[in-house]
């Protein structure tokens, strides 16, 4: 009564018969277990028995891919599958705008070489930024996961900031970032440009979304003006420093200073312009009083006095008006160039330090 369908291979004979190598990483690259196993379901085992032979069975290939690395494969097969979709898709669309959609005969386009082709290079960009990142995440996912076992202990504490880094949640999705750099295969071109800057906006709404989730909504002051409340109630408290700075200015310490103005260096050289000839003033008045003692020596040689005095009153201007804004400007330059644990207590000192430096003026 049991009978064996003619189209099926004995199983026996599939788990005995040797699978080629090339064969075997060439399924593995190409194909998957799961999608083998439908293929040969559905095709192989219909098709001429000198094909059905041949082909291994579905159960050699899973235990192959198991023996082997399976996240490497999988990146692989998914960049090749990139790869040619794109340059079969590309190729499609230079086929209907040459020759479809074209309302005048086109001139006979000068042959380039198949590594200078834009086509060509656009599809290799695009794999590689999938599989680069496909590796690059794995790759810090496991370090990540290394560095926090108990044997990563004695480097943790040697480089405390490097560990810091890498073991951050967010270790992962920087490092795999670096992929983005692949893009650089293609051409400078518009549509490079155009995808760069899609993808940094796209990753600008991801994070924003983020901060988000994590209680950091953020109101734009510039799109919605009467909104009272930009900030989050965590940063309620210094809502009267940043309420009234300029919405461009990133440091706490600038909203202080100069909230009006986002520009470090023109506040700065708006103050010497602005406190120069008031001190000036003041100091040729204090400096002609304190020269009325001497006004014999003012009457015998006036150029001479009239010079003294003049340099005088400069230099104390000057060392005056240089050191006030150093000392404020430095607070400035320090929040953009030092990192913000650097120093944190002790840069108002080096500030002072800097300043008081123009005393070599007087």
């Not at 064969?23 to 219909?46: D, G, P, Q, V």
């Not at 120069?276 to 020269?291: C, R």
Request: proline share 8%; net charge positive; glycine share 4%.
């Amino acid at each position: 009564m049991a009978s064996t369908e003619p189209n099926s291979s004995p199983p026996s004979t599939a788990k005995t018969s040797k699978v080629d190598p090339v064969l075997r990483n060439a399924l593995r690259y190409t194909i998957s277990a799961k999608e083998y196993k439908t293929l040969h379901e559905y095709l192989i085992t219909r098709s001429p028995a000198a094909l059905r032979k041949r082909a291994p069975h579905p159960a050699k290939v899973e235990s192959s891919s198991r023996a082997g690395d399976e996240a490497n494969a999988a990146a692989i097969r998914a960049s090749l599958r990139v790869f040619i979709a794109s340059q079969t898709g590309l190729q499609i669309w230079d086929l209907i705008t040459t020759r479809l959609l074209a309302r005048r005969p086109t001139k006979a386009r000068t042959k380039t070489s198949i590594l200078r082709s834009p086509n060509l290079r656009l599809s290799l960009s695009l794999s590689l930024i999938l599989f680069l990142h496909r590796t690059l995440f794995r790759f810090f996912t496991r370090l990540r996961s290394n560095l926090l076992s108990k044997d990563a202990g004695p480097f943790r504490r040697r480089h405390p900031r490097i560990a810091r880094s890498l073991t951050s949640r967010l270790a992962p999705a920087v490092g795999a970032s670096l992929a983005g750099f692949a893009l650089g295969v293609y051409p400078a071109d518009q549509l490079r440009l155009t995808i760069a800057i899609y993808t940094s906006t796209r990753a600008a709404e991801f994070a924003y979304n983020a901060l988000e989730n994590e209680g950091w909504p953020f109101t734009s002051p510039i799109l919605f003006p009467n909104n009272p409340s930009p900030l989050p109630s965590s940063l309620a408290s210094i809502a009267p420093i940043t309420d009234p700075a300029h919405p461009s200015i990133s440091h706490l310490s600038c909203a202080l200073l100069h909230p009006r103005n986002p520009s470090c260096s023109s506040t700065f050289l708006t103050y010497i312009l602005t406190a120069f000839p008031p001190l000036a003033k003041f100091f040729a008045l204090i400096f002609t009083l304190f020269s009325l003692p001497r006004y014999k020596a003012f009457l015998s040689s006036p150029t001479k006095e009239l010079n003294s005095l003049a340099k005088r009153v400069m230099r104390m201007t000057l060392f005056i008006t240089m050191a006030i804004g150093t000392s404020w400007g430095s607070i400035c330059l320090f929040a953009n160039l030092l990192p913000r644990n650097f120093i944190p207590t002790q840069r108002w000192f080096l500030g002072g330090f800097l300043g008081g430096l123009w005393g070599f003026v007087e």
